[in-house]
């Protein structure tokens, strides 16, 4: 699996416009076969998104390089975690020494993403929760990190990031199509950026 891994780094993310150092590196580290089924794990390294249960995927390594680059990610920030599915996203960003908090809607998935932290050693703080509210105990974020497509960016997120903060969410339906937004407070409010298409699972609220 590890020279699977070296192999996913040079040929689906540094040789695709990959260049933040830090997230190649952790991307590097982290075991994603930890994070897919057992029957999938062969498959761990695919450029693709990969079936977990429960009607939830984990993104391909390349959206999560994306998403992680994007948001400009530094040791010793803040991250919230937005629909964590099996987790990976957020070991990967912990692995690059931020502090991430994870907040997942399915019980289910958040019982088997905080074992996995658990076995991994990484220090992640997580709940079962609607994500689209955020996680105002432990606000503000440096990054906000939104694994789903939203029909339109919840206020309850923007309001919880921190001066600088960025917001990383898709949205928009699979039928119109997705935009991957940056969203960026500062002393003026909101800037907003539109990245790339994308598609994901539907971010599902109370």
Excluded at 64 to 84: H, I, W, Y
Excluded at 88 to 97: D, K, N, R, W
Excluded at 170 to 186: A, C, E, K, N, W
Aim: proline letters at 4%; one cysteine or more; a negative charge.
């Amino acid at each position: 699996m590890e020279s699977k891994r070296r192999a996913m780094v040079e040929t689906q993310l540094a040789a695709r416009a990959i260049r933040d150092e830090a997230v190649l590196d952790a991307l590097g580290k982290v075991p994603r076969e930890c994070f897919v089924p057992a029957a999938l794990r062969d498959l761990a390294y695919e450029d693709q998104p990969l079936a977990i249960g429960n009607g939830q995927t984990i993104s391909q390594p390349y959206m999560v390089a994306v998403m992680l680059q994007a948001a400009n990610l530094k040791s010793g920030q803040r991250v919230l975690d937005v629909g964590t599915g099996s987790g990976y996203a957020a070991a990967v960003a912990a692995e690059m020494g931020t502090k991430v908090f994870s907040i997942e809607r399915d019980a289910d998935l958040a019982f088997r993403a905080r074992h996995r932290f658990d076995d991994l050693g990484l220090d992640i703080t997580t709940c079962v929760g609607d994500g689209s509210a955020g996680w105002q105990e432990h606000a503000p974020y440096d990054v906000i990190l939104v694994a789903a497509a939203a029909g339109e960016v919840p206020d309850a997120l923007t309001s919880q990031l921190a001066e600088g903060g960025r917001l990383l969410i898709p949205v928009g339906s699979i039928l119109m199509g997705q935009h991957l937004l940056r969203l960026t407070r500062s002393v003026s409010g909101i800037e907003k950026e539109s990245l790339a298409m994308v598609s994901f699972v539907p971010l599902v609220s109370d």
